[in-house]
């Protein structure tokens, strides 16, 4: 067993990391330039849902392994996953059910009950539902850093590597989780930035159900425990700052497809999806001074839900 690990990226990814290697028994310390709140990771609706990521198949079997996890983490009531109703619509033509969602229960939205929703009809064609789990950012990644600390992590921030190689020498596992940072840390051409935008807006009284429209223009609409994201943007961008046209267009589209009136905006976040080209990279490889280090990045809009999936798989890689 390896005495030190370090993990780079304290996003969701790094940090599902460091709870499960210091659970183990591990010495982990994460390091990273942003943390907590000022995370890509924060800025995500979070909700369980393979987006923006692939190849397919891995990607659905690291989504189906943190599916189940995170049920078991719906039941402690301080870690701010809840189990809610998916409501995935399409604004015109029938919708297909994925092969992966008919496991999880997944059923047609018949058209009376459509009728029923806080949902403009004419807005949206034809949809599914299923239960999912949703980790409120707001609570899901202190809970994490709470957990990792508890089992004798150690968290740093403002930390900056320009290469894997610079990590102190003590550590005998690289970890890198260091999402759209892997970019210019690892040299990957294949990773790119797809820029998400989402709105932050009150609680909306008759809003139990996530309602999310994956074609264009991207629209979801996620309740949590003390607000509502309102949703969103996929566009090719290094931008992180907060576009007021595109909150106005994010609110206005929201708005009208649940029927409301459009709600004051509390906040505006932005975050960069690390989407990877050729696919999420999990894999082992070694540093140019001899050390092992373990790529975990490139989930795109994914990495709530590939998250425990992915971890486990580094641990198996660690073992290796």
Not at 296 to 307: D, I
Request: charged share 20%.
């Amino acid at each position: 067993m390896p005495k030190q690990i370090a993990i780079v990226g304290a996003g969701v990814s790094g940090l599902t990391c460091g709870v499960l290697f210091a659970e183990r028994g591990y010495r982990v310390s994460i390091f990273a330039d942003e943390i907590g709140q000022q995370t890509t990771s924060a800025a995500a609706a979070a909700i369980w849902y393979p987006y923006d990521a692939g190849p397919a198949d891995k990607v659905i079997a690291w989504a189906l392994e943190t599916y189940k996890l995170l049920i078991d983490l719906s039941r402690d009531a301080h870690s701010g996953v809840s189990m809610i109703e998916l409501r995935a619509f399409s604004r015109a033509g029938k919708i297909r059910i994925p092969d992966w969602a008919h496991a999880l229960g997944a059923s047609v939205i018949p058209s009376e009950v459509e009728g029923s929703l806080p949902i403009n009809s004419s807005a949206l064609s034809s949809g599914f539902a299923m239960n999912v789990p949703l980790m409120d950012s707001t609570i899901y990644l202190d809970y994490l850093a709470k957990r990792f600390a508890a089992a004798g992590g150690s968290l740093k921030a403002n930390v900056h590597f320009d290469k894997l190689e610079n990590v102190d020498p003590a550590f005998d596992f690289v970890i890198n989780c260091a999402g759209i940072g892997a970019k210019t840390l690892v040299q990957d051409v294949d990773l790119e930035p797809h820029r998400g935008q989402v709105a932050i807006v009150p609680k909306i009284g008759n809003l139990s159900r996530a309602i999310v429209s994956d074609d264009v223009p991207l629209m979801y609409a996620i309740p949590r425990a003390n607000d509502c994201v309102f949703g969103g943007t996929n566009e090719l961008s290094e931008d992180r700052h907060v576009d007021p046209a595109a909150t106005a267009r994010i609110v206005a589209e929201c708005s009208r497809v649940l029927n409301i009136e459009k709600p004051r905006v509390l906040a505006a976040r932005v975050g960069l999806r690390p989407f990877r080209k050729s696919g999420v990279r999990l894999e082992r490889d070694k540093l140019r001074d001899g050390r092992t280090v373990i790529h975990n990045y490139g989930h795109g809009g994914a990495g709530f839900t590939l998250s425990w999936g992915c971890a486990n798989e580094v641990d198996d890689l660690v073992r290796a």
